[in-house]
């Protein structure tokens, strides 16, 4: 059963992306890449990756496909004709398919539990995490304690495009007079929903942040959900009121103090006498240890995931805003 | 307590100062601040790397979890080395940077310039000091980020085109990567570089592990920009800003190289790469044509950041070609290369960012007359150009001294012949520069300006980095122990090397 | 246990059977507005019918809250999604079946 | 006669190296004030002839002179090492510096030079340089300090900074600095590789376990990396560089640029391949036939050229062969030719270049074809002219007489009849393109009236140029009647005599 | 057949990432280029979650009952592996933005016919 | 039941492949739009049956996160539509 879900999403996934390279109208590109996302998270559902498809989830079809879509009303929606030859690209992608498929003749089977990654190393963490970090999801215990390190790596990547988005567009506080004019402020039924359903986001996303020990979620998903809940406030509110709800400024010592939070537990396991990022450290008991750590750096990243998207929204969509008034 | 956390200290501190640095807004006290603190981790990485000739290898648990279950930093005297050139040129960057940008970057952005000139510096170590393939994928990403940021910093809008370009090439490249490090971990199970190592053994003949092999080779060439993957590099160091310029062109494309290094000699057998597959034949080959194409390209250029960044792309040939010769001596020749490249190119960006600060452009018509007028810059300027073409008693020379005997080592006479004939077009594209500056009249409206030197800040790096490619270029104590040290260690428990050296004595 | 089962069978089947129409309602229809309307179908009705045979299966434990939250939002969101969808169409110039053939009608004569 | 007894006799070797270049510090701090400045230049010179001069003396004592600076690369050092070949070019060249400089003042004055303090500061720079090339231990330094001298004298050669200086200076520099790199430093890393070695050691550092087609290449590299010693095809550098002020030309270019590649030639020639080595090798031989081609085509060339100092040059390259040739027969007597040969050329084409130097100071002519009667008016300048001439052409009574002595017999005992009849022939060369000059300086009256200047206000070229090329031109004959001290210094290099019957024995009598 | 079955997961991630990088170097337009390159790394997730999976495992949360995880490593670099593929996207759009304010187009002949211009 | 949810996921499928298929052809964007969101809804409905069926109805999660993102995305192209129609 699962096998054959698994083809036929594999199918409409290869489907979807061959007519994205056909597509000349933008917009249609990106509503279909939005698909696209949302079916490859089916994907990592059924191969199990729940943790994955909740991100895939929000951050591929969700935040790309909104700052896409930001994009594309600044830049126009339809692709000229393509003038130049796309015979080299065409050598190029087949060569690299050539090699690739080449590369599977070996792979080892699909599913086959004697394959060699899961001989190696990851049984230690499926026997042993819950164990020794006390957590049931063991995604979460090898994202936050046994490769804690990437993980802080990923905030850095995500304040790193903070940077590099803040580098390229200015966030800029608009007068009040546009404040009336930005927003779907002819849609009423949907001020309304909007109004109600936004807590309800807000809460979800609290759920998500804390239960991530437990259920597939965690930081950055939280982050990136309750960032969602603000957007949705932006878009259909209007960038102003979105202002008067947490500033920019704010936001930036927001994005500061996630990453600061993350590694201050990697310090202080370095002041008590640990390695960076040893929570066994700690606390006095090293699961209790190991517990406080992953409820922090979680906290870290998603203060500062939330803190990023949410910039990087308004970021683009100040821009919009102001090419509108134009 | 610091002797503990030596390994981890690079790779911290400036990834801690950096959201520090962007909350502290834009002041001079920002400036103070990312440059002591740069200048921290260089202090720390030369006791890294004193540490590592000394005691050989550093390992550090992150996690307190022991590898390859957590991530392993693991430094050893190669990526010390390389971490020193690293961390010392961001600090003198840093330190040249401040008046550099005024000119460059509009001031609302400058704290944005330093806080990613730091996540830079710290993707950069920490791609260096892992010994993990997939954290080096996210330090990957982090620097790649921060360097896309400051390209686009610069005022003139082809700085952007360059980004884009360069952001499109880079994350092909890491996506590369990517599935490299996919392919060896469906087939070994692990991600930790050595164990990695000793897992590839059983499965050698495998065609996957080949692909990914393939894949990371290629990925990584994007990255360090081997010809004929070097399309982003130009414009991108063309038209970012002068620091900027000065700092990747000296650190980014080494640390790429120094991953391929890693990869090659640590990951594969080296006997696998280069004997079975004949990957040596593939580099040699492609960095042959960068010396030359590019050294040529170079030639043909006006702007002098162009004619630099081109000579970049001949030099990284260089590094490649050391390493395709697959012995000691010529591993040696490679990791000396990186740090004497990093020195003469600092150098050599910096003043040329010394003329665009005073002249406002660096077309080479700019650089007239400009001998009497910035009598320091340009002074800086012929020295660190006379160690890219390899003058005695400059780093240059150091380099291509081993680089040749390498080739030679091995009877490879008509590369030995090439890699000096290579040269000379380096006397040609860094001739014409001088000359231009020594002995053309300024033209008219240059005449009239009265162009005084650059502010002693700019200066002061300038010519810490030409007085190094000179100290280096006479004392080669450290250079030659640190570079022959890394080599070896790499090529150690490699049988190949070892019958390799006794077929050549 | 097995008298629940039925009755989530039978909600879930319908379910189906709604959803089954309405996809091919959106093929079939002539033009936007009726499309939406059929989407309009599975939107609704067949999201309660399955959500509810689901329901049914749960033991009244934070999978039946969720499942709850689910048809709640669902619930709230679609229509609001096609009316919101709907409304901007129309202003966005798009006509009615029936509006075209006028339109046409009014040119040709 | 010792002023430097208190010396350990290797720190000479450092005081050599340093004194020019104490000396140029000097130059840059006294710049403002010229009479300082030039006294100094002066003082200097003298100093370092001193030095030499005690070097010399130890030389004659057997003293073992070395010194290391640094390690360079593990196991090879930068290193100074005296012995009597580069004893003897230290003598011409730290002798005729003190002559040059005095020669030079008066030059610089009398045509209102610009940057005379850049002018003084690099000429010591270039002097200290050939004096690290003279005593350089191995071959790393040499080539080291070859570049050095490159980049020192081009800011002499470009000295004038007009459009003419800029592209001499640009051949000047690139051919020297192409050839350098690409073939000398080849040759050095792959006697390096092939050796490991790249001491300077008697009777060479080949022998015959070594691979003879890639000695020949080496050899073939070695002497066309060298392009300071201008053999053709690459010797477009040397008439290029004569856009310099005439002084520089006198000694950089017919002392001590040219001397120090050919010097490098032949302290290769004996001290790396070993003459017994050398004869082994198929390229000797090609590189023999293209050195006495340069010989003569050069001196076609000469003929044809009307600027003086631009003959002058083409004599040099020609002469320069000379030295190559005679380092190339690999013949004891050859090769002591050829170090003599270093000597006499040089204060025969010295004293040349003064002359044409003077020329041009004292009546601003630069062709030969409008000197004529010029000797009425410059007759000292005109009889040194003609003393020079006769020492390059080799008549006696002149010092080239001894070098082309030796290089005839070599040629003879090497059994190269080919290399004597170019001897010969060049010999004949030379009459025809420099004896003219002096000839019609002198006797040509006959053209009085279509000559379209006068030499009315023509006189004798200033004091102390006149001092200068008088002292060289004595030293051409000095040196036919004495040059015994020179002989016994080139016996004592090993391998090389002026004994033809000690040919069989390579040590020679030192 | 069962070869087919065993690798037809790896095949059509293949296919995905020759679509994606077929984009990423054949579109002329930047927003095209950007999703290609989206296209690409998504495909890239697809082969690392593929390779984790196995076959009568479960979802690596602990539950009772549970005897077979599927591997959760490469779970945890594949959402690292997000977040770097989501920071780039927001990098690039961000480029895109500024490119139209500087040259008026986002097609990349268009620009750099400009660029030649000068 | 297994097999009820095994029917009910398969057509849940095929509705899904229908609303693909709409949204590849579409006559107007507003069509497309139409197929997208149905495809949207849907998925929610298949994950939380698939989850059942896989007997880990913690998935459900996922599903709230699709409805939440579905929902937001259909404002964005909404605001989309505001932002680069003219006004009038």
Redesign the interface.
Known sequence: MAELINLVLLAMLALTALRIIFLKDLFAVIMLFGIFSFLSALIFINLDAVDVAFTEASVGAGISTVLMLGTLALTGRKEKANSHSSFLPLVVVCITGAALIYGTLDMPDFGDPDNPVHQHVAPRYIEESPKEVGLPNMVTSVLASYRGFDTLGEVVVVFAALIAVLSLLSIRKETEQDASESG?K??H??HV?AK??IP?IIL?ALYVQFHGDFGPGGGFQAGVIAAAALILYALVFGLPNAFAVIGAKFLYCMASAGVLLYASVGLFSMYKGGNFLDYNKIAAEPLAGQHYGIIIIELGVGITVFAVMLSIFYAFSSQTARSNIK | MLEQHLAALPILIPLLAAPITFILGRSWFTWLFATSTSALACFFSWHLLAAALSDGVLSYALGGWPPPWGIELRVDTANAFVLLAVSTLSTLVLVYAKDSIEKEIEASKHSLFYTAHLLCLAGLSGMLLTGDAFNLFVFLEVSSLATYTLVSLASDRRCLTAAFRYLVMGTIGATFILIGVGMLYMMTGTLNMLDLASRIDVYESSRTINTGMAFIIVGVSIKLALFPLHMWLPPAYTYAPSAVSAFLASTATKVAVYVMIRFIFTVFEVEHVFEEMRMDLILMVLAIVAIFKSSYTAIVQSNVKTVLAYSSVAQIGYMILGLSLVSVTGLMASFIHIFNHALMKGALFMAVGAVFYRVGSVDIKAFRGLGKQMPLTMAAFTIAGLSIIGVPLTVGFISKWYLVTAALEQNHWVIAALVLAGSLLAVVYIGRVIEAAYFQEPTESQAHNKIKEVPWLMLTPMWVLVLANIYFGVDTSLTTEAANAASEWLFQNTEMATTRQEVIK | MLFL?VI??IL??S??FF??S???G??KFPD?FT??HA?SI??SI??IL??G??LL??SFDL?TV??I??LV??M???P??????A???R??G?LTMAEAKEKKQEKTG | MNLWQNVEPSQLITLSILVPLIGALLVILTGKIPNLREAITLVTATILFSIVLAITDFTFQGEDMHIQVIELFPGLDISFEVEPLGVLFALVASFLWIITSIYAIGYMRGHNEQNQTRFFCCFALAISSVMAICFSGNLLTLFIFYEVLTFSTYPLVTHAGNDAAKKGGRIYLGILLSTSIAFLLLAVLGTYSLTGTLDFRAGGIFDDSHNKVILGGLLVLFCYGIGKAAIMPFHRWLPAAMVAPTPVSALLHAVAVVKAGVFSILKIVIYIFGLEELKTLATTDIMLYIGAATILLSSCIAMTKDNLKARLAYSTVSQLSYIVVGALLASSVASAGAALHIATHAVGKITLFFCAGAIMVASHKKNISEMVGLGRKMPITMVAFAIGAISIIGLPPMAGTWSKWYLTIGALEADKLFIVATLMVSSLLNIAYLLPIPIKAFFNTSSGEQKPWSWADTKEAPLPMLIALSVTSLACFVLFFYPQPLIDLINLIPGVSTEVEMTNNLNGDG | MNFILDHYNYWITIILMMAGFYIVISANNLVKKIVGLNVFQVSVFLLYITMGKVSGGTAPIVVDGATQYSNPLPHVLILTAIVVGVATTAVGLALIVRIKGAYGTVEENEFKDQDDAI | ?TT??A??CI??L??MA??L??AFIA??V??R???I??FG??T??FI??VG?LMGR??F??I??VY??I??IG??AV?RF??DT?PVK
């Open positions: 779907l002819s849609h039924v949907l929903v109600l359903v309800l979800f | 089962d989530s069978s879930l089947i379910g189906v959803g089954l309405g996809a091919i959106i093929f936007f499309r939406i989407a599975t939107d067949a999201t399955i959500v045979g689901l299966q749960t999978n969720k499942l939250f689910i939002f669902l709230i969101t679609s609001t999604a096609s009316h919101a969808l409304k901007s169409a202003h966005g798009l | 039941m009820v949810f029917v009910v057509a849940i095929v509705v229908i609303a298929a709409r006559p107007t507003y069509d739009i139409i197929g969101n149905m809804t849907k929610v409905l939380a049956a059942f109805p913690e459900l999660d599903a709230i409805a939440l579905n929902f259909m404002v909404l539509f505001e129609t």
